[in-house]
């Protein structure tokens, strides 16, 4: 006889079903439909849910620029450079910020300094060639 046990004629060994290393329960079927591409891969880690997130830490809303403000700034700043440009985008700036009822110190300064810079333009042009022909005519009327 051998020396091995032999196990007794009714025993049947016990099913391989895999061992993970952990005393988890298997994975849920899978429910997905052939060619879906929005159907989660089979897989024993497939089904179950994400882990929650602890979410971004609660500071507080940084004030944003009342409407308008960054329009201000550009007129006011064309208001010496390109006066007419300056009064279109003066203006727009305090079109936004009345919507919004909102104070636009620049916007308003930018307008007015405008203005007042197309005006004198104006008159210096004016002026200018006034000047020019007033002495032309002066040059033919002597000659």
Same mark, same amino acid.
């Given at each position: 006889?051998?020396?091995?046990?032999?196990?007794?004629?009714?025993?049947?060994?016990? =099913?391989? !079903?895999?061992?993970?290393?952990?005393?988890?329960?298997?994975?849920? =079927?899978?429910? %997905?439909?052939?060619?879906?591409?929005? *159907?989660?891969?089979?897989?024993?880690?497939?089904?179950?849910? *994400? /882990?929650?997130?602890?979410?971004?830490?609660?500071?507080?809303?940084?004030?944003?620029?009342?409407? %308008?403000?960054?329009?201000?700034?550009? %007129?006011?700043?064309?208001?010496?450079?390109?006066?007419?440009?300056?009064?279109?985008?003066?203006?727009?700036?305090?079109?936004?910020?009345?919507?919004?009822? /909102?104070?636009?110190?620049?916007?308003?300064?930018?307008?007015?300094?405008?203005?007042?810079?197309?005006?004198?333009?104006?008159?210096?042009?004016? %002026?200018?060639?006034?000047?020019?022909? =007033? !002495?032309?005519?002066? =040059?033919?009327? !002597?000659?």
């Amino acid at each position: 006889m051998s020396d091995r046990q032999q196990p007794y004629e009714g025993y049947q060994p016990p =099913a391989y !079903t895999g061992y993970t290393g952990q005393d988890t329960p298997p994975a849920p =079927a899978w429910t %997905g439909t052939p060619g879906d591409p929005y *159907a989660s891969a089979p897989g024993p880690h497939a089904t179950y849910p *994400a /882990a929650p997130g602890y979410g971004a830490p609660a500071y507080p809303q940084q004030p944003t620029d009342p409407p %308008g403000r960054t329009l201000g700034i550009v %007129g006011f700043v064309l208001a010496f450079v390109m006066p007419l440009a300056g009064i279109v985008v003066s203006a727009l700036s305090l079109s936004e910020s009345r919507k919004a009822q /909102a104070p636009n110190a620049l916007g308003t300064w930018g307008l007015w300094l405008s203005i007042a810079f197309t005006v004198g333009g104006l008159l210096l042009f004016l %002026g200018y060639f006034a000047l020019v022909f =007033a !002495t032309a005519g002066l =040059a033919l009327t !002597t000659s």
